[in-house]
């Protein structure tokens, strides 16, 4: 059973902060990684997309992946109240069909 | 900007009864996915339809479910007969081919509750 994890929180942290979300995945072959946020009863919105090892960087946001240990992670700099919410970490399948794999969510409280 | 869209926003029927969940995806896009997340819970990969067939669906979507591209722009989500477990938001993504990236597009979903 091919699965992600990620912490649930609630990650609580003051505004202006760096908010640190971590996922791992269990399967080798999964080629690409995705950080969405969801508010509630709300569809997934794509924050980042990583595909190599390393750091990329969007703004506010960093997400860094590390293939060896099966690890990524999300950097919030600079937290904002509105940037508060559940924010899901998903992987492709190792598979030819691209679906995605998704973790449970790190719920992020930014307090004012 | 083009978007995935779907009807109706929300969706309540009786138990045993079905439902058909509507999703018109981004134009040029070849691939399609339902996905759904009971509430509380993961989002979960329920089918992906390319070149007007199915090419893999989960253990979920048993003999109930059913999809559909009945034209051009639609792509459908047949339940049969609904059952209590299946209140969830369910979301449609669309993928295009040839894509430089794995950016699969997501539609507001659609929330089903069935009493």
């Known amino acids: 059973q091919k699965e992600v994890e990620q912490n649930s929180g609630p990650l609580s942290v003051p505004e202006g902060a760096i908010a640190s979300l971590n996922c791992t995945y269990s399967?080798?072959?999964?080629?690409?990684f995705f950080w969405y946020r969801q508010y509630s009863g709300k569809s997934p919105e794509l924050i980042m997309s990583?595909?190599s090892n390393g750091d990329k960087e969007d703004g506010r946001f960093t997400a860094q992946l590390n293939k060896a240990s099966q690890y990524v992670s999300l950097l919030i700099r600079d937290s904002q109240p509105s940037d508060s919410a559940t924010y899901l970490c998903?992987?492709?399948?190792?598979?030819?069909?691209?679906?995605?794999?998704w973790g449970l969510g790190t719920s992020l409280a930014v307090n004012p | 900007e083009p978007e995935v869209t779907q009807t109706p926003s929300h969706q309540v029927t009786q138990m045993g009864q079905e439902v058909i969940l509507r999703c018109v995806p981004i134009?040029?896009?070849?691939?399609f996915y339902w996905y759904r997340q009971i509430l509380g819970q993961k989002v979960e990969f329920l089918v992906s339809f390319y070149n007007n067939e199915i090419s893999e669906k989960s253990e979920i979507f048993d003999d109930q479910f059913s999809v559909e591209r009945p034209d051009g722009s639609n792509f459908t989500l047949k339940i049969r007969s609904t059952k209590l477990e299946d209140s969830a938001m369910y979301f449609c993504?669309?993928?295009?081919?040839?894509?430089?990236?794995?950016?699969?597009?997501f539609g507001p979903g659609t929330r089903l509750t069935v009493l």
């Open positions: 993504a669309s993928y295009p081919q040839g894509a430089s990236t794995d950016t699969q597009y």
């Open positions: 990583i595909y």
């Open positions: 399967d080798r072959g999964s080629q690409s």
């Open positions: 134009s040029n896009h070849l691939y």
């Open positions: 998903a992987v492709t399948d190792g598979g030819n069909n691209r679906k995605l794999i």
